[in-house]
């Protein structure tokens, strides 16, 4: 049954599933593996057949790393939407994400008054569990006292709030919403991909790596447990980090100092010709026997110059 399921996900236009991304195909895999491993646990259940999983995998190809360039990102900070508050809004707490070191939107979400102490916001990090400490930064500063609310609970209230009516939503609707609003701002710019918060929370770290920051600390920032998982998060370097580093390397030790790159030669020195000078002429008749020696030897040095 477990094969049939899967083949179920693998077909396309019958089935319908040629919506479905390699990864979605895999998810819902994993989960169903899940649920199954948690009720035989429950249950206490010993199979003497193997694993119905095993050998059953989805082939994900490696996700596309999205982040800003840096001028994409100036004119997002500088950009403003006087016509659509809610974008306006939507835009604000995409760079609060950039600026609280590449927080995620779930743990923004939650964010409560009383996770602000003495210039910091101190949270646990919902994916890691990993407490964390992020100084507030003016522009956080600035962000966080546009939408609070005197006695309120959350730092970002209207993130919980309906656009039309009164009640509460939930997290994964709330960040549907501000996602919808980002895309049409990436639109504006021109962007080649859709703007999420995922572009802005990765745009954080592929800048710090940019910037010579060790990968262990943009880790730490992440509240990643592992080294690797900052890896894998960041992907592969960007071309012009390397492009950079590989003519770093050849100037140091392969080319000349005339041709490194990005630095102007310098102009070959003139050689000014300083005309030969003829030794003085002077009559020996007129001069001691000292003065005859010594004359005579300047003009022989002269002559062995010449």
């Known amino acids: ?3 049939e399921f899967l083949l179920w996900l693998l077909q396309d236009e019958k089935s319908g599933n040629d919506l479905l991304s390699p990864g979605t195909r895999d998810f819902y895999l994993r989960n169903l593996k899940a649920m199954y491993n948690s009720i035989k646990k429950d249950l206490r259940y010993r199979s003497r057949e193997n694993n119905p999983f095993d050998g059953l ?8 790393k999205r982040a800003l360039p840096l001028r994409q990102l100036r004119k997002l900070v500088e950009m403003d939407l006087p016509d659509s508050p809610e974008q306006y809004a939507a ?7 950039f600026y609280a070191r590449g927080m995620c939107f779930v743990d923004v979400f939650k964010l409560e008054q009383d996770n602000v102490h003495n210039g910091y916001v101190q949270y646990i990090r919902s994916k890691t569990q990993v407490a964390l400490q992020v100084k507030i930064t003016p522009e956080m500063h600035e962000i966080m006292r546009r939408y609070k609310r005197n006695n309120g609970r959350w730092v970002f209230p209207f993130l919980h709030e309906k656009s ?7 997290e994964q609707s709330s960040l549907h919403r501000l996602n919808i609003h980002l895309k049409a701002i990436g639109e504006k710019l021109g962007l080649p991909y859709p703007l999420t918060t995922y572009v802005m929370c990765h745009s954080w770290a592929s800048l710090m790596l940019e910037s010579g920051t060790e990968i262990g600390v943009i880790s730490q920032s992440l509240g990643h447990t592992s080294l690797q998982t900052t890896e894998i998060y960041l992907g592969q370097l960007s071309k012009t980090k390397i492009d950079k580093a590989s003519d770093c390397m050849l100037d140091k030790l392969i080319r000349p100092e005339s041709k490194r790159e990005g630095k102007p030669r310098p102009k070959r020195a003139t050689v000014t010709q300083i005309p030969r000078q003829e030794p003085p002429t002077v009559s020996l008749r007129k001069l001691s026997f000292a003065s005859k020696c010594k004359s005579l030897l300047l003009r022989f040095i002269f002559l062995v110059m010449r």
Do not use: A, C, N
């Open 164 to 170: 039309v009516g009164k009640g509460e939503i939930s």
């Open 1 to 3: 049954m477990i094969q």
């Open 91 to 97: 835009l604000q707490i995409s760079l609060f994400l």
């Open 57 to 64: 995998h989805i082939s994900v190809p490696p996700t596309r």
